[in-house]
């Protein structure tokens, strides 16, 4: 097998001509649109929009991190949610540190600890008014609970369909312990009613924008570093391993360290989307941990092409698009039109959106040849 990485730029001067293009869109179109053109006008994008395209944009993420692990190493992870919500809890205990005593009780711990009769803050919101500390614990909480988890895992060569079915046991299990009120993490409300975000108001058009430029910012950094990573010879080894995992032990590679490393990346990732999203979304409760939400990731990932990385960014902004229409305009037919989607895409799009439009765009070429 040839486990030689390719030589050349990471993209072509049409795949950088697209980035550029696209942080056009973020930097400058998108905050004219919304900020400085007026509510009347027929271009003005409102707020609404802007967030729901930041959110969007955070589940591409948590979709590439899917593609990853599942599309160019062949582990299907059904827990990716719940590194989405560590994350995000993450973030959420440092907003609800940020509104002080702006809450209901008028007092400095959140609302539901005043309600629980808390006295003093749990152990493990210590440091949780810190920003640098918080924004380290999106980083190493999902990591450190991803490489603990997969390093046992991968050691006792768990895959295939028990690793599925464990991965989705760990984050109902995490759901259930979110759940109970005495974890100090609000139980089935968990955090909302956030007011600021370094000391600057979190409602404003203009900190809606900025956070959507982020998210779109993270989102093709992401990307690059992804693609970087497919066509190094790192990647090739996580393809070989995918299409035959006993051929690359017997060539000398060790394929724990490999699939432990992008397992944990992809978890890290997933963790960074739940930051993001959490204050554009304004609440992160145990709902995230649903089996369902982490399901949601494959199938977006399925729908827009595994093994593509343009696939699910594609296919989470399809499936979210689709949903988020459905839901206004036909509310009762939208988990119909979700499964009627899964299967067309199971039984006759095994490659997804974007491989159907190369097997069309290639059969244009051929015709035109």
């Given at each position: 097998m040839d486990l030689q990485p390719r030589r050349g730029l990471l993209l072509g001067a049409k795949g950088w001509s697209v980035v550029f293009a696209l942080l056009a869109v973020l930097v400058l179109v998108v905050p004219v649109l919304n900020l400085v053109l007026p509510a009347d006008h027929p271009l003005h994008l409102s707020e609404f929009y802007v967030t729901l395209a930041g959110k969007i944009m955070c589940y591409a993420i948590c979709a590439l991190a899917m593609d990853l692990i599942w599309g160019y190493t062949g582990i299907l992870s059904l827990g990716h949610g719940l590194f989405f919500a560590l994350g995000g809890y993450a973030m959420g205990m440092y907003l609800m540190r940020q509104i002080g005593a702006e809450g209901q009780y008028k007092m400095d711990m959140p609302d539901f600890m005043v309600f629980l009769n808390w006295k003093e803050f749990p152990w493990h919101w210590t440091f949780s008014d810190s920003f640098v500390f918080q924004a380290a614990m999106v980083l190493l909480v999902p990591g450190l609970l991803a490489f603990v988890f997969g390093y046992f895992a991968f050691r006792s060569r768990i895959k295939g369909v028990y690793f599925s079915i464990i991965t989705q046991a760990m984050t109902f299990a995490a759901m259930l312990l979110f759940f109970r009120n005495e974890t100090g993490f609000g139980g089935n409300n968990g955090f909302t009613d956030f007011k600021r975000v370094l000391d600057l108001p979190i409602a404003?058009?203009?900190?809606?924008?900025?956070?959507?430029?982020?998210?779109?910012?993270?989102?093709i950094g992401f990307w690059l570093m992804a693609r970087a990573i497919v066509h190094s010879k790192y990647g090739r080894v996580l393809q070989a391993i995918r299409d035959a995992e006993s051929r690359v032990m017997f060539t000398g590679y060790d394929p724990l360290a490999y699939k432990l490393s992008i397992w944990t990346l992809s978890a890290v990732m997933c963790g960074v989307a739940g930051a993001l999203y959490v204050p554009q979304v304004g609440i992160i409760n145990p709902s995230e941990m649903s089996p369902a939400a982490s399901i949601e990731i494959a199938i977006w990932t399925a729908v827009?092409?595994?093994?593509?990385?343009?696939?699910?960014?594609?296919?989470?902004?399809?499936?979210?698009?689709?949903?988020?229409?459905?839901?206004?305009?036909?509310?009762?037919?939208?988990?119909?039109?979700?499964?009627?989607?899964?299967?067309?895409?199971?039984?006759?799009?095994?490659?997804?959106?974007?491989?159907?439009?190369?097997?069309?765009?290639?059969?244009?070429?051929?015709?035109?040849?």
């Open positions: 404003t058009p203009q900190m809606r924008v900025t956070l959507f430029v982020l998210t779109g910012l993270v989102l827009g092409g595994r093994a593509t990385l343009v696939g699910p960014v594609v296919g989470a902004l399809f499936v979210n698009g689709a949903k988020s229409w459905f839901t206004q305009v036909f509310p009762e037919f939208w988990l119909y039109f979700l499964g009627a989607l899964f299967i067309a895409v199971t039984l006759w799009l095994p490659d997804g959106i974007v491989g159907l439009a190369r097997r069309l765009f290639g059969k244009k070429k051929e015709a035109r040849a």
